[in-house]
């Protein structure tokens, strides 16, 4: 493989000729051999920026995006050696999985001994070899996904460029394939760039992950900043479960509607606090409890059962139990939440 | 991108230039020819004024209808029936309805000749059987069938396309609340049709306003508008006479199909 | 039952139409292979009308040929770019250049020929060559194309098969070879299959822009309908049915699920 590639952006923006902004001026500098994921809902910009890091799109003008330190900005993608990913897999239902995965290779006028050795290395990898012959119409989702990965990786490209990729699979294959993605990815040391609106997939495969909202970047962080420390209000609901309780805080018992939380640490201004399920546990009884709610709906998962309980708040509380106990409708539990988990926006 | 856009247009340049140079300025020229005769511009206005245009006109516009109507019942019944059954022997049947499809307005002619003419399979049954001979080719009554034989097949394959996408959950809903084959027939079909009934309508119309091989090959003497202006245009060289009254035509015929694509397509709308 | 009974009904009606449609083909090819079709089968079968049509009007047979053969070169030259750019331009002016250039079809070839004349019939050398009723038939033919080649691609995912194709560094020519054309095959071939038969059999515009020199096969037909005999127009016929009916059971049997939608489609024009 060759050297990983360092992407920088600067300044990108862009605005379609219809006049919506898809991306506002976007500054990111991406690391050698790094994964980064781009994660947020769709019209996020998200895949505008991947198209103008592959070279699909140009930046509005002022933007430049560099590879390695060199302007690329006008280069259109075929030039670019980038491999992508893309969505609906692109895959040419005019040509067997063997030519699709030579096809980059047939463009570069590589030898016929070498394309032959390169796609059997390719077939291998993915472990599809069994398919060589196939035509594309004759494969499952996950076996067109892995043939448009080795499609991509074959031609050595200076980064892997992922739109969305696991998107069209069911929810078992989904969890396979990125496990293997993960590992492919170690195992290259490539530049990724990976783009998705699940944030469980962001969180398994990123090294960084760039939340974006309404064309702006809401947080670059680690899997573990974003989930933890949330920097916006937004982030946190968009990144796993968020409780809110409203309320106040006097000589270091925060009071809501649900009762009394004591909390030695509580900032004197805090009016509403935010936490995860983990965060919250079912007390042994509720008549011990200073915080109360009522069952609203209890689902039996298997290891644990998911309460959703009202507190006379908008939204009741997701709390998670794994207590190997009924929950009615209606009974009244007992909570306690841990402060070490609790954020404050 | 830029680059793209430049391409695409380069791309699109070879069929703009054939079209512009032999069909748009084309008619632009028939149309100023249009207005250069004796009578001028008013040469426009003559398919209403003249008395003989005029009466073409009614005469070419009934047969159209005439046509238009006869086509949409016959192919509705038979296009609805196969692809809704499919027995042994559908596909030949189809096969055979369609095969005309390719048939020039000359052949067609012929075709009726061979019915309805004076050596024709009418003409003989009818002789054998009265002792009368029943000839009716060379008339509008030969035109007529030359037409729905025209447009039958195409007919047929667009009532038959249309009617492979009716739902036919709509027909069993229906059913199901107790409509019987009657009302299914008019309240799920006929409305589903509908938009493939007005286009294709619109078709069979236009070409038999426009058509001129089977009126040349039945007889010059049917008094059908295309055959006035081949007449004005060759006997009579009033060529200014004939491309007004040509362009006129193909206004109008032009007129009928963008009206019923637009009816046919608020009607998709609605339904959809 | 009922529903047999109606069942019976519907079928007799369709089979009735059939009959339309089909016995004056069959009466028209017994016809020409009769030695007198007053008298009838009793008369004898004969090739002699087949003969005489060859030897009369061999070189319509040719020049029909030979025109719709150039014909499809040029839609298929002119008529897949074009519609590549309406596949990957789906926007009103697309849709309006579209509009244009199905104007043809809709406007009676009559009107075409008669316009076509007046500009360029002075130009005595294209006036009689049979370039002169090339340029009507591709007019006329053009849009068939398009459209057949433009269902196919509007039907793919063109636009991602192509960016797939260039991130793997295949640039315009490239992709145009390997992607684009080989997926529409389908299309261009119910295109050509189209183009050709439509070509063989156009009359309403070849009857105004063909000389004495320049005589297609429909030309001869009309000839010959109205100056000769029954037997040899029906020879005459016969030939026709033999050069078009291989052209329309191709065009049925791969392209028929196309080809019904394509009427449907040509009919919303």
Known sequence: MNKPLSITLENCAKTFTDGTRALEPLNLSIREGETIVFLGPSGCGKTTTLRIIAGLEEPDAGGKVLFDGEDVTTLPIEKRNVGMVFQSYALFPNMSVAENIGYGLKIRRESQAALRTRVSEMLGMMRIEALADRRIDQLSGGQRQRVALARALAVRPRALLLDEPLTALDAKLRDTLRLEIDTLLRRLNITAIYVTHDQSEAMALGDRIVVMEHGRVAQIGSPRDIYQKPATRFVADFIGTMNRLNGAVRNGVFTCRAGDMPWATAPADASEILFRPEDIQVTESAEGSTLRGTVAAAFYLGDRTRLFVEVGEKQPLVVESAARRDFSHGETVGLAIDPRGVLIL | ?272 | MKNRWLFTLQLGFTLIVCAFLIVPVILSILAGLTVNYLVGLESGLTLRWVFEVWDGYRDTIFLSIGLSLACLAVTLVIGIPTAYVLAKRQTALGRVIEEMLVMPVAVPGLATALALIVTYGSLSGFRTSWAFILVGHVLFTLPFMVRSVLAVLSAIDLKTLEEGAASLGAGFIDRFRHIVLPNCRAGILAGSLMVVTLSMGEFNMTWLLHTPFTKTLPVGLADAYASLRLEIGSAYTLVFFLMIVPLLLALQAFAQPRLKKFVAEDDAT
Request: aromatic share 10%; with cysteine.
């Open chain 2, 1 to 272: 991108m830029r680059r793209e856009t430049q391409r695409l247009i380069l791309l699109l340049l070879p069929a703009g230039i054939f079209f512009t140079g032999f069909f748009l300025i084309p008619m632009a020229d028939l149309f100023m020819i249009g207005g250069s005769g004796k009578t001028g511009w008013a040469a426009y206005a003559a398919i209403l004024t003249d008395r003989n245009y005029f009466n073409s006109l009614i005469s070419t516009l009934a047969v159209a209808a005439a046509t238009t109507v006869a086509t949409l019942i016959i192919s509705g019944i038979s296009g609805v029936f196969l692809q809704r059954h499919k027995f042994p022997g559908n596909a030949a049947l189809v096969a055979m309805l369609t095969f005309p499809l390719a048939f020039p307005g000359v052949v067609i002619g012929f075709m009726v000749i061979m019915l309805a003419g004076r050596q024709g399979l009418i003409g003989q049954i009818t002789q054998a059987v009265t002792g009368e001979k029943v000839v009716f080719a060379y008339s509008m009554a030969g035109l007529f069938m030359g037409y729905v034989y025209f447009s039958v097949p195409r007919t047929i394959l667009t009532v038959m396309a249309a009617a492979e996408k009716l739902d036919p959950k709509l027909e069993e809903a229906a059913r199901s609340l107790g409509a019987s084959p009657l009302r299914v027939v008019r309240d799920v079909i006929i409305p589903g049709l509908k938009p493939a009934f007005i286009s294709a309508g619109a078709i069979c119309f236009a070409t038999a306003v426009g058509a001129f091989g089977t009126a040349f090959t039945l007889a010059t003497r049917i008094n059908v508008l295309p055959m006035v202006i081949y007449t004005e245009f060759t006997l009579s060289a009033n060529i200014a006479m004939a491309a007004a009254l040509s362009f006129v035509l193909g206004a109008v015929t032009w007129i009928v199909l963008a009206l019923a694509r637009t009816a046919a397509g608020s009607t998709v709308a609605a339904a959809g």
